[in-house]
């Protein structure tokens, strides 16, 4: 993989030239208020780097929260037309746990069938990621994040001194430089090392990984279920902010004239009560704690079982976002292991 | 249904300001009107009929001669909809509910002339304490669009779509920093949405103004309450202003 290196103030006046050659929309981290989003770029000012973590993460721009998928007229089955916006796109500045984040959501939306109207913005979107530079309470990536950011990633940056060191790591990334003063490479492998392991994380899940589905499976009937379960809202921001929750609805919308009709996809989550409602009204998932328990589920046991890999990124959004202040798989694991059934969880 | 569905708008006690919504819709006013067929609706043309495959009825319910009137209407319609959150649970209306004299109130609001016989006004119930409702429209005021995909689901023959999350989700969406965190009592997290978090995008605390979730967490609301040093009282005052269900328990 090459290696190379480019100035804080040359890699900004590279972007400015991104922004004016309109290739591809350019997208990076902005302040709003006292935090952060992914936005697109009117110029480099505007970027802020040094952040923490974002509102939501940059899947919106693969699977927006309302999505058009197709337009038709009703009772016309020859009328039905896919229609996909995939217009291509720069993200600069992904953390490697948003990465390793887009890294699962591509398997769920290649495997079988594939989803064109992600995996055409997906292919067409060049992934700029960036380690962290700032310290973010509730992050605990490190104890679950392996190397599925490079396995998406086109360009992985480095914050050094007034520099960032640039890895291409992929031919598209090769391609996108091309033009921008990046030269080759003088921190040693050592310092650049130092400085990706710079920001620690504070929190991480207090067992292995590796152990956690097995564990999972032999807690079904732990108290933890009901208890966190009683507390939440139901209000479905954990999943909204995760970056590897990936469920949508599908609903048909019909124009007023009943002429034109279309069909969009909106962003749906396993928290919230009407999720599992089938027909004749059967919910699946009645309870609070059911739900509270499927989605630990389905990052800790269902996801590892079919993919191999932790379901959750450690970004710690769900922890920051939840009023209750009981999402984070962290405090979940902790409170089990506190309060262990018959002596022992595993 | 046929033909066009023959479409009345009632309204009892409210501000008129949810049909002044429908009056708003503009152009659309022209597509509603290929839609179904209004035969009654006092604020914007004159004329009666005698049933109605739909009433849309606005306002809560403080008379007995209201209670006369769309118990009335109930028989000669086919399908209800309470539109408003006045309909849905007596609004702002309800807020006489929680004082310990109607008698004072009536004195408060009409001066001298409170004992006239049309202001003989009962505690303030939404439409569903009265008659059957088949579908609600909530908020104060409606949103147009929302009461447009409400008539279309029903010409189409279909369950209307009212969202049954809480506030929080479109906050979410809009990245709007959290007003706990800005040190603001907000209802979102039992809110109703559909609102597009409108208010708390604009840095005002949510209200409850489309009422709550189908099963708002109340108690856990003691945690929130707890953690940002609010009083029970702050919140059950909020909650109160929409004529909202359920108290939170102290």
Redesign the interface.
């Known amino acids: 993989m090459e290696i190379l290196k480019i100035s804080e103030n040359d890699f900004m006046s590279f972007l400015d030239k991104k922004i004016d050659e309109k290739a591809e929309k350019v997208i990076g981290v902005v302040k709003k208020g006292s935090h952060f989003v992914f936005n697109e770029l009117e110029s480099s000012d505007k970027l802020a780097l040094d952040y923490d973590v974002t509102m939501l993460p940059p899947k919106k721009y693969f699977q927006p929260p309302k999505e058009l998928l197709l337009k038709y007229k009703p009772g016309n089955p020859e009328s039905y037309r896919a229609v996909n916006n995939c217009d291509p796109m720069a993200i600069v500045g992904i953390h490697y746990y948003d990465l390793a984040a887009i890294y699962m959501m591509d398997r769920a939306f290649s495997e079988g069938e594939r989803d064109e109207h992600y995996m055409k913005k997906r292919d067409n979107s060049i992934l700029v990621g960036l380690y962290p530079t700032k310290y973010f309470k509730y992050r605990f990536a490190k104890s679950v994040v392996r190397d599925q950011a490079y396995k998406v990633a086109d360009l992985m940056m480095v914050k050094m001194n007034g520099d960032y060191v640039v890895e291409v790591v992929s031919e598209k990334g090769k391609d996108f430089i091309k033009g921008g003063n990046f030269i080759e490479n003088t921190y040693t492998l050592q310092e650049i090392d130092d400085a990706k392991n710079k920001v620690k994380d504070d929190q991480k899940i207090p067992i292995s990984v590796e152990l956690i589905p097995d564990y999972l499976g032999k807690n079904h009937g732990h108290p933890v279920w009901e208890v966190f379960g009683e507390k939440c809202f139901s209000c479905g921001s954990c999943v909204l902010v995760c970056p590897t929750c990936y469920c949508f609805d599908v609903r048909d919308e019909v124009e007023l004239n009943l002429e034109e009709g279309k069909r969009i996809r909106i962003w749906d989550g396993c928290m919230l009560e009407d999720f599992a409602v089938c027909a004749d009204g059967h919910n699946f998932r009645k309870e609070k704690g059911q739900r509270f328990r499927h989605r630990i589920y389905r990052k800790g046991k269902h996801l590892p079982e079919k993919y191999h890999y932790f379901g959750c990124v450690g970004c710690g959004r769900c922890q920051y976002s939840c009023a209750a202040d009981i999402a984070g798989p962290v405090k979940v694991i902790k409170y089990m292991e506190d309060n262990k059934q018959g002596g022992q969880n595993v | 249904m046929g033909s066009k569905p023959k479409v009345a708008f009632f309204d009892f006690a409210c501000c008129e300001g949810c049909q002044l919504q429908i009056a708003n819709l503009e152009e ?1 006013v022209i ?2 009107t ?2 179904v067929d209004v035969v009654e609706f006092r604020e914007i043309l004159t004329g009666k009929a005698p049933e109605y495959d739909i009433a849309f009825i606005e306002g809560s319910i403080t008379r007995k001669e209201d209670e006369e009137r769309i118990k009335d209407i109930r028989e000669r319609s086919k399908l209800l909809v309470a539109f408003g959150q006045c309909a849905v649970s007596g609004g702002i209306n309800r807020l006489k509910n929680n004082r310990e004299s109607l008698e004072d109130v009536k004195k408060e609001v009409y001066g001298d002339s409170y004992n006239m016989p049309h202001l003989d006004t009962f505690p303030t119930k939404g439409v569903d304490e009265v008659v059957k409702v088949d579908f609600h429209i909530p908020g104060c005021p409606i949103d147009k669009n929302e009461f ?2 409400v008539v ?1 689901a029903i ?2 023959g279909k369950a209307p ?1 009212i969202p ?3 506030v ?2 479109e906050c ?2 809009r ?4 007003l ?1 965190d800005l040190d603001q009592v907000c209802l ?3 809110a109703r949405a559909g609102c597009g978090a409108v208010c708390p995008s604009n840095g005002v605390p949510c209200d409850a103004c489309r009422g709550t ?5 109340q ?2 609301m003691h ?2 309450l707890e ?1 940002y040093n609010y009083t029970i009282d702050e919140i059950q005052r909020k909650i109160n202003l929409f004529g909202v269900k359920p108290e939170v328990k102290k």
């Open positions: 659309d597509g509603l290929n839609l447009l995909s279309k010409a189409l779509s049954n999350y809480p929080c989700i979410k969406l990245e709007n920093e959290c706990f979102g997290p039992l979730v189908d099963n708002p967490n108690n856990a945690e929130i953690k």
